[in-house]
């Protein structure tokens, strides 16, 4: 049975800092991977999608790399800013069936 | 991006009235919608698949007869919760396919059971 998980659960940074969220898989047979923006009692925006194939994506201050073998993935904020504040979160999906299995998420802080 | 929307955003009942949300693919034509539920400070569990013109597919220990789904049209499906009790009290969010793997997801709906 495929597991997400997300480390840190928490994490609080002052502007400016750059950081790095942790998502780690236990079936490294996946279809794709997905990093998606949580705000506090909302919907999900997808950020970074990434295929199986596919080593990383980057959008803006956004850059997402998959390894699959050791099934990690990791999600790198440059230049963090308080809107930047979310949970942040990780899903995985086995096949093409459209099927997400999520982390339990990263809260970021980021201090003005 | 394709936009989902749901309604209603929240929505507090009596325990052991029935509740239905909506989701809706404003933009594009779904096939396949999919809903979630959430409890606080953790992740979205996949709850059911929404097949369009077919019956929905339940992922293991949700109950089919507590969580009905009906995807009438191209457009909307809806989950009702019959009988909701406390401890249905969740968020539940629904997605939609769409191209190139990715899904949209709608706002939420906010169930709260008195």
């Known amino acids: 049975k495929q597991e997400v998980t997300q480390i840190p659960a928490a994490l609080s940074v002052p502007e400016g800092e750059n950081l790095v969220l942790n998502c780690s898989f236990t079936?490294?047979?996946?279809?794709?991977l997905q990093w998606f923006r949580q705000d506090p009692g909302k919907g999900l925006t997808s950020l970074l999608l990434i295929q199986s194939s596919q080593r990383e994506q980057t959008s803006g201050r956004l850059n997402a790399s998959l390894d699959k073998s050791s099934g990690r993935s990791t999600l790198y904020i440059a230049a963090s800013q308080p809107g930047d504040s979310a949970t942040y979160l990780c899903?995985?999906?086995?096949?093409?069936?459209?099927?997400?299995?999520f982390g339990s998420g990263t809260r970021l802080l980021v201090r003005p | 991006g394709a936009v989902v929307s749901q309604h209603p955003s929240w929505v507090i009942c009596k325990s052991g009235t029935s509740v239905k949300i909506e989701c809706r693919s404003l933009?594009?034509?779904?096939?396949?919608m999919f809903w979630y539920r959430q409890f606080p400070k953790q992740s979205l569990m996949l709850m059911a698949t929404?097949?369009?013109?077919?019956?929905?597919?339940?992922e293991q220990g949700v109950e089919k007869d507590k969580f009905l789904i009906n995807h009438a049209s191209l457009t909307l499906s809806t989950l009702t919760v019959t009988s909701a009790h406390p401890e249905d009290s969740s968020f539940y969010i629904c997605s939609s396919e769409g191209q190139g793997n990715e899904q949209f997801f709608g706002p939420g709906t906010r169930l709260t059971v008195l």
């Open positions: 929404s097949n369009e013109g077919s019956k929905a597919t339940y």
């Open positions: 933009d594009f034509q779904a096939t396949t």
């Open positions: 079936d490294s047979a996946i279809y794709n």
């Open positions: 899903a995985v999906s086995p096949d093409s069936s459209y099927k997400l299995i």
